[in-house]
C-alpha cells in the first residue's frame, strides 16, 4: 500500500491538518480557470490578516482527495471553516507572545503530524520511530520526482507539514494554556471507573409491548382531546415547505464545439509563429501572462515531460481539452539560477510597510535605503557593523547578525523573484554581492552569502479558453425548459418528475425546507437562499412553479407541492398520542392490578420463562443485545432477592429480581488512564466551544463569491 493510500485511510485527519501545500498547475482545469481569471489573490479576511486564494485551494484539494465522494459545496465550506479557525487560533497567540522551537517541532512531527499515525513510522509500541522517518525524509530528498508522480505527492505533503507544524503547535500552546487547570476531577474518575466495574446478577422476565397492546387499543375521543388541551407546547405544527426541483444543465452543442476546433487551431498556429507572446495571451487567454520562471518540478506533469523533451525556445504545447477547457502553451523564456541563496540584510523601514518599527516616511526610508546601500557597495567590509547599527530588524540584527538564512527558489519568496532592481537567484551573483531590495516589510540591503543546487528555470505563455455553449445552444436550452412547463403546468408533482425523468433531466423530490434554513441538501447553488424566501412569500400557493438561472448557466424549475403552516395538526397529533396513552394505560394496569407477585407466578400469569442469572453493567446498560437503563438503574436500586414493579423499557416490559452485586474494582492506580480519557473528552468539548467563540468575536471578511 502507497504511502499515500496509508493517510488515505486515516480520512479523520482532514479535520486535525488544515491543507496540503499542492503545486496550484495540478488543479483540476475548472480550479485552474478560476485562479487565472481572478485578479485577487485575497479571498477573506481574519480581523484583518488575509486569507489568500492558494491557501483556500490547497485545502480545498486536501479535502477532495480524501472526501472524493462529497460535494465540492460542502468541502470549499469545509475548507474556509478550517481556515478561519487556524487564523483565530494563531493570532490570539501570537499576541500573548507564544512562539515555537526547534525541539517543538520535531516533537509535534512526532506527536501531531500525519506520519506519526502511518504504522511505517512506528515501533512495536506504535510510537513513533524518529530515525525510521528521518531515514525515509533522507530518501525521498534523493529520489528525482520526475521519475513517479508519487514521490512529487510525498514530497508536497512533507514540504507542507514542514511549514505549517509551527502554526500547529503556536495553536496547541494557546489552547493548552487556556486548559491549564481544567481538569476531571479525581472523584469524577473514580465514579466513572466503578460504574465501568459494577455488575449486578439478576433474573428477569422480558415482556413485548405488542403482546400486551392488544387489549387495550380502545382510546376514547376525549381521552385524546384532553391530553392535548394539556399539553399544547409540545404539538405545535412548524412552517414548512415542500419543494422539488428539475434541474437543465447548460451544456455546449457539438456545434458549439466544432466551432470552437476551428477557432483554438487558428490561434495556436498564429501564437506559434508570433513574437509577441504578451500581446496575443493577454488578448486571447482567460489568465494573464506570466512572465514567472519555475523550476520543472513547480509545473504541471503534462508541461514537465513537454519541457524535458522540448526545451528549445518557441516550442509550442497543445492544443489539449480536458472538461471544456483548452490549453496550449510556448516555452518563452529559460534561464539557470541557484536554487538556494544564504543571505543577510539590513532593513530599513517606514510606516507603511508590515511589523514598522518608526515613523519615517517611505520616500525617507527609500533615501536611507540607497545611501547605506552606496555607502556598503563600495566598503563591503562595512556591512555587518551597519547590521547592528542601521537595521530595523533589531532581533534579528543582534541573534544572527542579519542573516535571513538559506532561501530557496522554490519557496515562496515572491518579494525576491519579483524585484526588477535585483535578480536575487540570478546565476551571475557571486558570494559578496549587494542588492536593493523593495518588500512589503521596507527596504532591504541584501548581501548573498553563499549560493547552491544550480537548476533551470522555465518561462511559460499559456493560454486558456473555455468552450462555453453560444448564444444559439442557451436560446434552445430555455425553449426547451418553457415547453416542458407548458406541458406539465397543470400536472401534481409527481407526475411533473416523472414527466422529467421521463425526458431524463435532473431531478430532486419533495425536499422539506425550513424558512430559517441558508441550503437546499443536494442543490448546492448560490441561489438556494432565494428559492427558500420565494417558497415563503405570502402568495405562494401549492402548485406554483418558478425558473431559476444559475451563475453556472443552469436553469432550476421549481415546483412547490406542499404549504404546512404553523398550527396544530390533530390527526397527526392522534397517532403519535394513541400508542403514547395505551402505554400509560398498560402502566396503570400492570402496576395496581399486578401487586406482591413473585416472578414465577407472572412468569406463569404471562407464558413467559424466567431468564435467570443475567449478568449486567451500569456503564454499557446491556440487557441482551439492547440497551435498557432503566431496567439497568431498577437492578441496582432494587432490595436484592425481589421482584421488581413492572418497568417499562425501550423494547417492552421487564420485571426484575436482583441477586447479586459486586465490583472488579482494582487499585487506584488503574484509573490514571480513565482520569486522561475523561480530560481528552473534556478538553475537547470545550475546545469547541471556544473556537465558535473565538470565531463569532473576530471580524470575518469573505469575498469568495468574487472568485
Not at 455546449?252 to 513574437?275: A, V
Not at 481539452?321 to 539560477?337: P, V
Not at 562595512?382 to 530595523?392: A, R, Y
Not at 406542499?562 to 395505551?582: A, D, R, S, T, V
Amino acid at each position: 500500500m502507497s504511502f499515500l493510500e496509508k493517510i488515505r485511510k486515516n480520512t479523520w485527519l482532514i479535520f486535525f491538518f488544515i491543507s496540503i501545500s499542492l503545486i496550484f498547475f495540478i488543479l483540476d482545469p475548472n480550479i485552474l480557470l478560476k485562479l487565472f481569471t481572478n485578479n485577487s489573490n485575497i479571498i477573506g479576511k481574519v480581523n484583518g490578516e488575509n486569507i489568500l486564494l492558494k491557501e483556500y485551494l490547497d485545502c480545498f484539494q486536501f479535502l477532495k482527495r480524501f472526501r472524493e465522494n462529497e460535494p465540492d459545496f460542502y468541502l470549499k465550506n469545509d475548507a474556509w471553516k478550517l481556515l478561519v479557525y487556524e487564523k483565530v487560533l494563531n493570532q490570539q497567540a501570537k499576541k500573548l507572545g507564544i512562539q515555537s522551537s526547534e525541539k517543538d517541532f520535531w516533537k509535534a512531527i512526532e506527536k501531531q503530524s500525519i506520519y506519526s499515525k502511518i504504522i511505517d513510522f512506528q515501533d512495536q509500541k506504535g510510537k513513533m520511530n524518529m530515525k525510521k522517518f528521518q531515514f525515509y525524509l533522507k530518501n525521498l530528498e534523493k529520489l528525482p520526482s520526475y521519475l513517479n508522480p508519487q514521490i512529487e505527492i510525498e514530497k508536497d505533503i512533507w514540504y507542507y507539514e514542514k511549514n505549517n507544524i509551527p502554526k500547529r503547535i503556536i495553536a496547541k500552546k494557546y489552547v493548552e494554556m487556556l486548559m491549564y487547570g481544567l481538569n476531571t476531577s479525581f472523584i469524577e474518575a473514580q465514579l466513572n471507573y466503578e460504574d465501568k466495574n459494577l455488575f449486578s446478577i439478576i433474573d428477569y422476565i422480558f415482556i413485548p409491548y405488542s403482546e400486551i397492546e392488544k387489549k387495550y387499543r380502545k382510546i376514547k375521543s376525549y381521552e385524546i382531546y384532553d391530553y392535548i388541551k394539556k399539553n399544547k407546547f409540545l404539538y405545535k405544527k412548524e412552517n414548512l415547505r415542500n419543494l422539488s426541483f428539475v434541474i437543465f444543465r447548460s451544456h455546449p452543442s457539438l456545434n458549439d464545439e466544432k466551432n470552437m476546433n476551428i477557432k483554438i487551431k487558428k490561434l495556436f498556429n498564429k501564437f506559434k509563429f508570433s513574437d509577441h507572446n504578451f500581446t496575443i495571451v493577454s488578448n486571447q487567454s482567460e489568465k494573464p501572462f506570466d512572465s514567472n520562471f519555475y523550476l520543472k518540478k513547480n509545473l504541471p506533469i503534462v508541461l514537465q515531460n513537454f519541457v524535458e523533451k522540448n526545451n528549445q525556445i518557441g516550442s509550442m504545447f497543445g492544443p489539449i481539452k480536458d472538461n471544456n477547457i483548452y490549453i496550449m502553451a510556448k516555452l518563452t523564456g529559460k534561464k539557470m539560477i541557484y536554487n538556494s541563496v544564504l543571505s543577510s540584510h539590513i532593513l530599513i523601514s517606514h510606516k507603511e510597510a508590515i511589523r514598522f518599527s518608526n515613523n519615517r516616511t517611505k520616500k525617507e526610508a527609500k533615501k536611507t535605503a540607497e545611501k547605506i546601500y552606496n555607502f556598503i557597495v563600495k566598503n563591503p567590509t562595512k556591512f555587518n557593523s551597519l547590521v547592528i547599527e542601521k537595521s530595523d530588524d533589531v532581533m534579528n540584527a543582534k541573534k544572527n547578525k542579519g542573516s535571513l538564512g538559506w532561501i530557496k527558489y522554490e519557496e515562496p519568496n515572491e518579494s525576491f523573484k519579483k524585484s526588477r532592481s535585483f535578480d536575487f537567484f540570478s546565476v551571475k551573483n557571486k558570494k559578496g554581492t549587494i542588492g536593493l531590495i523593495e518588500t512589503k516589510f521596507g527596504y532591504h540591503i541584501i548581501r548573498i552569502d553563499g549560493i547552491k543546487d544550480v537548476k533551470d528555470t522555465y518561462q511559460l505563455a499559456i493560454i486558456i479558453k473555455t468552450l462555453n455553449p453560444s448564444k444559439k445552444t442557451e436560446g434552445g436550452l430555455y425553449q426547451e425548459v418553457i415547453d416542458f412547463i407548458k406541458k406539465n403546468k397543470n400536472s401534481n408533482v409527481n407526475t411533473f418528475i416523472n414527466n422529467a425523468r421521463k425526458k431524463r433531466y435532473e431531478t430532486l423530490f419533495l425536499k422539506e425546507i425550513k424558512d430559517y434554513q441558508w441550503n437546499i441538501q443536494d442543490l448546492n447553488t448560490e441561489l438556494d437562499k432565494e428559492i427558500i424566501n420565494w417558497s415563503y412569500e405570502k402568495n405562494r400557493k401549492e402548485g406554483d412553479i418558478k425558473i431559476f438561472y444559475t451563475s453556472n448557466k443552469d436553469y432550476i424549475v421549481v415546483f412547490l407541492s406542499k404549504i404546512q403552516k404553523k398550527g396544530y395538526p390533530i390527526e397527526e397529533i392522534k397517532n403519535n398520542i394513541i400508542p403514547f396513552l395505551i402505554q400509560k394505560k398498560i402502566n396503570y394496569y400492570l402496576s395496581n392490578v399486578i401487586k406482591d407477585l413473585s416472578l414465577e407466578q407472572i412468569a406463569s400469569r404471562f407464558s413467559k420463562e424466567i431468564n435467570k442469572s443475567h449478568k449486567i453493567n451500569f456503564h454499557k446498560s446491556m440487557v441482551g443485545n439492547y440497551k435498557e437503563p432503566k431496567v439497568i438503574g431498577s437492578a441496582f436500586s432494587s432490595k436484592l432477592y425481589k421482584t421488581s414493579k413492572p418497568i417499562l423499557g425501550e423494547r417492552g416490559i421487564f420485571f426484575i429480581r436482583p441477586l447479586k452485586r459486586f465490583n472488579t474494582y482494582k487499585k487506584l492506580s488503574y484509573f490514571s488512564s480513565e482520569i486522561e480519557s475523561l480530560n481528552e473528552n473534556l478538553r475537547k468539548n470545550i475546545l469547541e466551544k471556544i473556537g465558535d467563540m473565538l470565531v463569532e468575536k473576530s471580524n470575518i471578511e469573505d469575498f469568495r463569491k468574487n472568485i
